[in-house]
């Protein structure tokens, strides 16, 4: 299988050139940030301390995946690098403005990175194996590249427990089912209790889906109007929101008894009190 730096070659990248950077999730949720607000992520992934990058001229830049495989989004040229003594005043408000770290003042320098759009068509598509947790997020190792997934695909159905989708790969499920058919098949077949969590405040919203298509009916609803239908949903971002299943449910069961499960749920999660999106 063609590895991550034969495929730069192809691309016209010398991988000697380039570090490989795959950004956590402990300062900003890197793909949703990047998906849904790249000014914020671009800033984010400039502020570097001095000589991170070495004397390369262009990273590959990943988002964490699951385990320890890695998503790619992008390569950037690097442009620039300003000591933090040379900060200007429009740098320092960057950091303020997004609620970076406040000892990046005085501790980071910054990259001036430009998009390279030559790889473009490979973003959120190319995935590889990065290599266990303790692997430095900076490096030059070559990497085995796992997949590409099909165009518009968020990547093959796994397992009911380990949905955690995002409103972005909801909506591109949904509209691409296509290339998703995987996903619409593993949730157009089942009825379930649902959970939505608002990422940006922390509240929950318990909900069930029953009847024709099943889960994948119910959350094409929220695809397309941001809020379903319920009250309480409407107003909120729904960019902040996070979709996973709590349940299951038999085919069998008729749509009354589905509704008592859901209120079983609304009352284990508190949902329903004032801080709960189900409230009255």
Wanted: hydrophobic share 35%.
């Amino acid at each position: 299988m063609i590895t991550l730096h034969q495929l730069l070659e192809t691309y016209g990248f010398n991988p000697k050139r380039v570090k490989l950077v795959r950004h956590g999730n402990k300062e900003i949720p890197v793909l949703e940030t990047y998906q849904n607000n790249r000014e914020k992520f671009e800033a984010y992934q400039s502020f570097q301390r001095l000589g991170k990058f070495g004397k390369a001229s262009h990273i590959a830049v990943f988002a964490p995946a699951r385990g320890t495989t890695a998503l790619f989004l992008g390569v950037w040229d690097i442009k620039d690098v300003i000591d933090c003594t040379d900060y200007s005043k429009k740098m320092h408000s960057t950091i303020d403005r997004h609620n970076f770290s406040e000892s990046w003042h005085t501790d980071s320098a910054w990259y001036k990175l430009v998009r390279n759009t030559t790889t473009d068509e490979l973003s959120e598509r190319l995935v590889i194996d990065w290599g266990k947790s303790t692997v430095s997020w900076v490096q030059n190792k070559d990497k085995e590249i796992l997949e590409i997934r099909s165009k518009n695909s968020i990547g093959e159905f796994i397992s009911y427990n380990q949905i955690r989708l995002s409103f972005y790969d909801l909506k591109k499920l949904v509209s691409q089912s296509s290339s998703n058919f995987s996903w619409v098949s593993a949730l157009s077949s089942v009825n379930g209790i649902y959970l939505i969590r608002d990422k940006a405040r922390g509240n929950l919203y318990v909900g069930s889906a029953y009847g024709e298509d099943g889960i994948f009916g119910r959350w094409s609803d929220y695809s397309r109007s941001g809020h379903g239908g319920n009250n309480n949903l409407k107003g909120l971002n729904p960019s902040d929101f996070e979709f996973s299943i709590l349940e299951i449910v038999p085919l069998t069961l008729s749509n009354n008894e589905v509704i008592q499960r859901e209120m079983l749920w609304q009352e284990k999660l508190g949902t329903r009190n004032f801080s709960g999106l189900n409230r009255k």
